[in-house]
């Protein structure tokens, strides 16, 4: 096999594998920054399943091990640029003879051969949702259930005196209640438009090995060259992966918006319901008094009316929650690199162990 390498070019790939690893360190931070909901916010149904909060720890540890990947493969590849800097040509090309060869069919082609070769990196890392995305995530009601909604609230006593202090005091202690119990969907607004942001930057990090991939049989050939061709091509999978598993981890956290947003409505209306109801029984018990028949029926099909409006709105939810997609495995374990411990970190290694070790000695 022919042997060449152009140790500046590899230079230019430690730089561009740096910009990866900083993108790389964003998702560590970008998962830090996703909101971290106390029981309130969660509601006690999930916080008690525990389904948020492992979903955030599963994605925290992937995003660590990825910033880990890219720091020590870029460590790696600048190790390499150094090595074949103190070897003559001939040297480095007879060494090079004496690595295990990459078996035929295990370097696939770059998945996209329209990018243009280029180590050139372009950062995504600087992504940040606004005020009016967390609003834009509230759930729209059909066509008549606003409008419906906002009538049956008016004519509500208990409706109204919940407005009026809304209004007055900025909350009402009904509506706390609920959300102890059912949680915020702000706050899991918030929690999705980072998971989508985080998806972006990771689909951003596969999109840009693409050209990288392509540059590198350019400026290096061997069989250490085909060794790292594979490997990134490899990473550049796994990376795709990963974009997938934050976008569906934004689908559904998503539909945990609409849950929450859904049950307090039900909760709410509930709420309101009861309430009226029992202030007509304590008119009737001390007044004798009771409402007017049209206005019990007018009630009574606003109960009816409420109730199949909610529970429809929850039972789609369901089903799209039921019809998600399976979130991808996670394949940063799979990475081509020497298995000498099944926890070890899959980074890039240059095939030739003297190369490391000569050179983090000098």
């Known amino acids: 096999m022919s042997f060449k390498v152009q140790t500046d070019a590899l230079r230019d790939f430690f730089d561009f594998l740096d910009e990866y690893a900083g993108d790389a360190q964003f998702l560590v931070n970008g998962n830090l920054d996703i909101p971290n909901l106390d029981v309130h916010e969660q509601g006690l149904l999930m916080y008690l399943s525990g389904a948020y909060d492992e979903g955030c ?64 990196y372009h950062p995504l890392h600087d992504l940040k949702h606004t005020d009016e995305e967390v609003k834009d995530l509230k759930p729209k009601g059909w066509w008549i259930e606003d409008d419906y909604r906002s009538l049956t609230e008016k004519i509500s006593a208990i409706g109204n005196l919940r407005s009026w202090m809304k209004t007055t005091f900025g909350w009402d202690p009904l509506t706390w209640m609920n959300e102890l119990f059912n949680g915020e969907w702000e706050k899991f607004a918030q929690a999705a438009l980072e998971w989508k942001i985080c998806g972006a930057v990771a689909k951003g990090m596969a999109e840009n090995l693409n050209p990288a991939l392509l540059k ?18 490899e990473l550049q999978k796994a990376t795709e992966v990963e974009a997938e598993t934050y976008q569906l981890r934004y689908e559904l956290v998503k539909l945990y918006v609409e849950y929450v947003y859904e049950q307090q409505q ?18 009737l018990l001390f007044t ?24 429809a709105k929850i039972i789609e939810t369901y089903v799209a929650a039921w019809n998600m997609q399976d979130f991808p495995e996670c394949t940063l374990r799979k990475l081509p690199a020497p298995d000498t411990d099944g926890d070890k970190i899959k980074a890039w290694e240059h095939p030739d162990p003297a190369a490391a070790d000569e050179l983090s000695l000098s």
Not at 85 to 108: F, Q
Not at 266 to 283: F, H, P, R, S, Y
């Open 288 to 311: 004798g008094a009771s409402p007017p028949a049209l206005v019990d029926t007018v009630n009574n099909l606003i109960m009816v009316v409420n109730c199949a409006l909610d529970y």
């Open 57 to 120: 720890d599963e994605m925290y540890a992937r995003a660590c091990e990825l910033k880990e990947i890219a720091r020590q493969s870029r460590d790696a590849i600048g190790l390499a640029a150094r090595f074949y800097d103190s070897k003559d040509k001939s040297n480095a090309a007879a060494l090079d003879a004496k690595y295990d060869p990459v078996p035929a069919g295990e370097i696939d082609a770059p998945p996209d051969n329209s990018a243009k070769a280029s180590f050139k």
């Open 216 to 233: 590198l049989p350019d400026v290096w050939e061997g069989n250490a060259a085909d060794n790292a061709i594979r490997y990134f091509t």
């Open 266 to 283: 039900v909760l709410n209306d509930q709420i309101n319901t009861a309430i009226d109801l029992a202030v007509d029984a304590l008119l």
